[in-house]
């Protein structure tokens, strides 16, 4: 089992940044980012597969970058040009692998606020 801890939610004005960041406790085969707003599915964000292969949501294409730090298991969502509609919980994913088997861990979420 991997905590995740997550951190850098917050409430910012539209056109402006946040930077999210998750530290895993363990090494992880890939970390992603969803977010999810009430009454609504948990979405898909962005993704990064190892150190570099990243993928993310048309919505936020050009405006969120995903990096990772693989010394200290910590992934970054740089959030810019951000929007009302990104206004959602975030949680950050660990994909791990384990007796061939691979597991999805959640953190506990950190929300963000856009206002316009």
């Known amino acids: 089992q991997v905590q995740l801890v997550e951190s850098g939610g917050g409430l910012v004005q539209a056109g402006g940044s946040l930077k999210l960041s998750c530290t895993a406790s363990g090494r992880a085969s890939a970390m992603n980012w969803y977010r999810q707003t009430p009454g609504n599915e948990r979405d898909f964000v962005a993704g990064i597969i190892g150190g570099s292969s990243t993928n993310y949501a048309d919505s936020v294409k050009s405006r969120f970058t995903i990096s990772r730090d693989d010394a200290t298991n910590t992934d970054y969502l740089q959030m810019d040009s951000l929007k009302p509609e990104d206004t959602a919980t975030y949680y950050c994913?660990?994909?791990?692998?384990?007796?061939?088997?691979?597991?999805?861990?959640w953190g506990q979420g950190t929300h963000v606020t856009v206002y316009s």
């Open positions: 994913n660990a994909v791990t692998l384990k007796d061939g088997h691979y597991k999805n861990n």
